[in-house]
């Protein structure tokens, strides 16, 4: 955990840190425990805000705002240079996906939120809720494949959600400015479709923070600009898969996947079917030549 020393952490060898990825004012980690009802409680400090998802296991939690007890499915809230200490005496383990804030950050996150005024957790803990559900799986795919180019986007509805389940915060109607905003956003993201782009280089060119950005994307367009962005490119992928005769390597490579693999994923789970099959359905004959080059 974070406020151990390296001498504790060697000297038990009960915890596992495996970082995940990181950014401007934000990282994110795996933190798997292997400790027990007989071993012992260590006192620990966050050193930045900390939202942590609760994968597997059940633990206990406490502080000066008192002792909860973390389930699968719940969220861990720590605020920046707090005291902790968790205990495992109603099981051994548990599995963690923590995200880690400045404090600046989280600020500009709760100045997007309705009726949200302060940044600080009375409460230790969100509980296994059903609007957390979709939040949950998205950290649990994240852990399966560190360094996502979504885990931004991830990071910042983590610290959304977190202070809105803590202090109220509600979603407010889409305004004039806002429509117009998104839609300049949508024409940069046109324009520069298959290069890469970031969270940060859009939230910028429109003047806005990355939290604004992101909430209000969403707000508008009713997806996440990464979603929006993957989707347009596999449609792209599609089209030119329909009409040219490139390697299906070479599609994937000029609509923005840098990952053969990840792209044929991908264009399965949106279509339902291979780029190839996708091919030989829209273009009989072909099949036979792309045999060799979709792995699939």
């Not at 719940?74 to 920046?80: A, H, R």
């Not at 302060?118 to 852990?143: G, N, S």
Request: charge should be positive; charged fraction near 25%; glycine fraction near 10%.
């Amino acid at each position: 955990m974070e406020g151990r020393t390296v001498a504790d952490l060697g000297k038990v060898d009960l915890t596992t840190v495996r970082r995940l990825a990181s950014g401007d004012g934000w990282r994110v980690s795996e933190i798997l425990c292997r400790s027990g009802p007989e071993d012992p409680v260590f006192e620990e400090q966050h050193t930045w805000v900390s939202i942590s998802a609760v994968l597997s296991g059940c633990f206990t939690y406490r502080s000066r705002n008192g002792r909860v007890l973390l389930t699968p499915g719940s969220l861990l809230l720590g605020e920046q240079h707090t005291s902790f200490c968790c205990g495992h005496e109603h099981g051994v383990g548990d599995r963690c996906i923590a995200f880690h804030f400045k404090p600046e950050l989280m600020e500009e996150v709760a100045r997007d939120l309705s009726g949200v005024t302060r940044t600080d957790f009375p409460k230790h803990r969100l509980p296994p809720l059903q609007r957390l559900a979709p939040l949950i799986a998205d950290v649990q795919a994240l852990a399966e494949q560190p360094g996502s180019r979504g885990a931004e986007e991830l990071a910042l509805r983590m610290a959304g959600a977190a202070l809105s389940g803590i202090h109220g915060g509600t979603a407010r109607p889409v305004t004039a400015t806002e429509e117009r905003r998104m839609a300049e956003a949508l024409r940069l993201m046109e324009a520069g479709l298959v290069e890469p782009l970031s969270l940060s280089v859009l939230a910028q060119e429109l003047g806005m923070g990355r939290h604004h950005f992101l909430r209000t994307f969403r707000k508008v367009v009713g997806e996440s600009p990464y979603s929006y962005i993957l989707g347009r490119r596999l449609t792209l992928a599609a089209e030119r898969l329909r009409t040219d005769g490139e390697r299906i390597a070479d599609v994937a490579f000029t609509c923005g996947f840098g990952d053969l693999s990840e792209f044929i994923r991908r264009f399965r789970t949106r279509f339902g079917v291979t780029p190839s099959a996708w091919r030989a359905r829209a273009r009989p004959g072909s099949a036979k030549t792309d045999v060799a080059h979709d792995p699939t």
